[in-house]
């Protein structure tokens, strides 16, 4: 066991690995297809819904970051999706700096966190929006307005939140995972008590070959 604690959690050092490993997660029947897509090769989807103006999210960013590095990035079978969700009227805002990042293939996760958390320059409108794309990328306001006037942008949001309502998401962050098979579970904040059980769980429902190893049972 503590060979594999090291193997699979060195990346978080910080936490407390005195703590037994509790797996929790809630199983939510199963679906027709992947939502995202639907091919062969993939055994797993991971919809990660969140919100960067979450103060958990924030808190977890760095858990949820090294978590996908070291068990999804090198894998051919897992596909990892974030989800960006509205469940406070401000929360729209930062809902459409991730699409609009997408769209300009911008990476501004660990900007965003810092700017909005650390700096407590709070993104509430679509002015404090283009603040945050202006002062820390330097994108032209003429170019941020396309987007912003675009159909598809509310488009976007709006079926994030169709998804996180398919799943009845209720919190922030939380996570759907669905298998080869089409089965769906969940797991969020409110049911784990701790990084580690969160990492622990996810780990268990995506990696079958280490579940022995996590809990002592066979596959």
Not at 49 to 77: E, G, I, L, R
Not at 79 to 97: C, E, G, M, N
Request: hydrophobic share 40%; proline share 2%.
């Amino acid at each position: 066991m503590k060979l594999f604690i090291t193997l699979l959690f060195i990346f978080s050092a910080n936490l407390s690995f005195s703590q037994e490993i509790k797996i929790t997660y809630e199983e939510f029947g199963k679906t027709e297809r992947f939502v995202f897509f639907d091919k062969d090769s993939k055994d797993f989807e991971v919809l990660y819904f969140f919100s960067y103006s979450c103060p958990a999210c924030y808190d977890f960013k760095d858990t949820v970051s090294q978590w996908k590095k070291f068990n999804v990035d090198n894998s051919k079978n897992i596909d990892f999706r974030k989800v960006p969700v509205i469940f406070q009227d401000h929360w729209l805002f930062t809902s459409k700096a991730f699409f609009i990042a997408n769209g300009l293939k911008l990476d501004i996760d660990d900007a965003i966190y810092k700017y909005f958390h650390e700096e407590k320059k709070f993104i509430v409108d679509d002015e404090t929006l283009i603040d945050f794309f202006q002062n820390e990328f330097n994108i032209e306001r003429s170019k941020l307005m396309s987007f912003l006037k675009s159909p598809s942008l509310m488009k976007a949001t709006t079926q994030s939140m169709k998804i996180a309502d398919n799943f009845e998401v209720m919190g922030t962050p939380s996570f759907v995972i669905i298998d080869k098979e089409k089965n769906v579970y969940k797991v969020n904040k409110s049911v784990v008590n701790s990084k580690l059980e969160l990492i622990s769980t996810l780990t268990y429902l995506v990696k079958p070959e280490l579940r022995e190893l996590l809990t002592g049972e066979k596959q």
